[in-house]
């Protein structure tokens, strides 16, 4: 087909036009393009291939729903269908945010534990409030993200495929990211293979390496459907696998995996196990739920602290002592929150959110508390009220103080909060 040149209009289904500016890529699906619309730019894929119709209104009705989360680059209008082809405009891409393969090639790296982890949320989030809105993405792939190495913010594309559960627009996947019983043909996507998807994202996001990609894939000399099939659909084996070891990862192939993989508390290890063990592999209503990620990647960072040398590092709150993963310092056993699950470890620096300190919420971006030093005497820490509710701290000889918002709570053994009703924090050894 013909390429739109500069300055070319394209009609819009809702009314109005919009002016192509420059061709920014081309993909096996179509062309991107950069549009202006009242002045302002958008980017806009084109489709170089015929489409259905069925496909054109599954967009529009995704559109008049709207974005599960500020995290997806969400199609907002479509060009007028004609002659089988048309495209949709959504807003642009920062060039900040990297293409999560980059990532896999350590082209680029996180800045941090906490970037990372904060990728793993908003990823986690990101999918939960998609199946809530009934939607299954259908084609979960690295390709999709994009991600800010210094903060984690994530941005997912090409949500062309997002279909109301049970229906599919005739995509099964990228193999290396399919459930087993799509590569196998034996359903369709849903919302149970996208779960397994994101447990081969999320691995990838914190190893670098595939989970089902060790020494059995490395000793083929080349990726037949057959050879497909067989590794991620009939016999998948995970590289970790804690009972059967004919599929670990090959140093200075996967050595990523080999070196990260230690590093991790137990329960992030044990989630994998169970994401690509019998459970998670053979029955796919086992698989764990999105929020449980979410819940997850939380506690990870609630046990996330930045160490002296300036790294940082993971402390196990039921451990004597924790060392740092760069330095190896001793970091003691710190003082930690315990509050309803949840167990955070009070460092400088370390945040409360509103999961922590809300009632009945799950909300783990809204900052409620941040602990500080003061700045006479670094040796006293305090629990910084950043919430606009009231706290009360009941201090070890029981009296009790109120903690307006922007107030400190001093960090002692013994001092418990009242953060809501029904939520009640103590500072515990
Ligand atoms: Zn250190």
């Known amino acids: 087909m013909k390429e739109f040149k500069q300055n070319d209009k394209i009609e819009l289904k809702v009314g109005g036009t919009i002016t192509v500016k420059l061709k920014l890529g081309e993909g096996g699906q179509g062309i991107v393009y950069l549009v202006e619309m009242n002045g302002k730019q958008y980017a806009?894929?084109?489709?170089?291939?015929?489409?259905?119709?069925?496909?054109?209104?599954?967009?529009?009705?995704?559109?008049?729903?709207?974005?599960?989360?500020?995290?997806?680059?969400?199609?907002?209008?479509?060009?007028?269908?004609?002659?089988?082809?048309?495209?949709?405009?959504?807003?642009?891409?920062?060039?900040?945010?990297?293409?999560?393969?980059?990532?896999?090639?350590?082209?680029?790296?996180?800045?941090?534990?906490?970037?990372?982890?904060?990728?793993?949320?908003?990823?986690?989030?990101?999918?939960?409030?998609?199946?809530?809105?009934?939607?299954?993405?259908?084609?979960?792939?690295?390709?999709?993200?994009?991600?800010?190495?210094?903060?984690?913010?994530?941005?997912?594309?090409?949500?062309?495929?997002?279909?109301?559960?049970?229906?599919?627009?005739?995509?099964?996947?990228?193999c290396r990211y399919m459930a087993p019983e799509v590569v196998l043909g034996k359903t369709k996507p849903n919302a149970d293979t996208d779960r397994f998807s994101l447990s081969v994202i999320l691995f990838m996001l914190l190893f670098n390496n595939h989970p089902l990609e060790g020494k059995l894939i490395a000793a083929v000399p080349c990726m037949t459907e057959e050879n497909e099939r067989r590794f991620y659909g009939s016999t998948p084996i995970f590289i970790f696998d804690p009972t059967n070891d004919t599929n670990r990862p090959v140093m200075g192939v996967h050595t990523n995996a080999i070196r990260r993989w230690p590093i991790f508390p137990q329960?992030?290890?044990?989630?994998?196990?169970?994401?690509?063990?019998?459970?998670?592999?053979?029955?796919?209503?086992?698989?764990?739920?999105?929020?449980?990620?979410?819940?997850?990647?939380?506690?990870?960072?609630?046990?996330?602290?930045?160490c002296s040398c300036g790294n940082e590092t993971f402390?196990?709150?039921?451990?004597?002592?924790?060392?740092?993963?760069?330095c190896n310092k001793s970091l003691g056993k710190p003082l930690q929150l315990s509050v309803g699950r949840s167990k955070v470890i009070l460092w400088p620096g370390q945040k409360t959110y509103a999961c922590h300190t809300k009632s009945a919420s799950d909300h783990y971006r809204e900052i409620s508390g941040e602990i500080i030093q003061n700045k006479n005497?670094?040796?006293?820490?305090?629990?910084?009220?950043?919430?606009?509710?009231?706290?009360?701290?009941?201090?070890?000889?029981?009296t009790q103080r109120n903690i307006k918002s922007t107030e400190v709570v001093p960090i002692l053994k013994g001092v418990s909060v009242m953060f809501a009703s029904g939520v009640k924090g103590e500072i515990l050894e």
Not at 380 to 397: E, K, Q
Request: hydrophobic letters at 35%; aromatic letters at 14%; a neutral charge.
């Open 44 to 174: 806009l894929k084109w489709y170089t291939h015929d489409c259905t119709k069925d496909f054109y209104d599954n967009l529009d009705n995704n559109i008049k729903n709207g974005a599960p989360t500020e995290s997806f680059l969400w199609p907002q209008f479509l060009t007028v269908w004609k002659e089988k082809r048309f495209g949709y405009i959504m807003a642009l891409r920062p060039d900040e945010y990297k293409d999560f393969s980059h990532f896999l090639l350590a082209k680029v790296r996180f800045a941090s534990l906490s970037a990372m982890i904060n990728a793993a949320l908003q990823i986690s989030n990101a999918f939960r409030e998609l199946h809530r809105k009934g939607y299954s993405y259908q084609d979960l792939n690295d390709g999709n993200f994009f991600i800010h190495p210094t903060s984690g913010e994530v941005l997912i594309c090409d949500n062309d495929n997002v279909a109301p559960y049970g229906k599919n627009l005739g995509i099964a996947g990228k």
């Open 267 to 306: 329960f992030v290890k044990d989630a994998f196990i169970h994401a690509f063990g019998s459970d998670g592999i053979d029955e796919p209503h086992k698989r764990k739920p999105e929020n449980e990620w979410q819940k997850l990647f939380v506690k990870l960072r609630d046990q996330t602290v930045k």
């Open 315 to 326: 402390i196990n709150p039921d451990a004597a002592d924790s060392r740092c993963l760069n």
């Open 377 to 398: 005497n670094p040796s006293l820490w305090g629990l910084r009220n950043l919430s606009t509710d009231t706290w009360i701290a009941t201090m070890p000889d029981n």
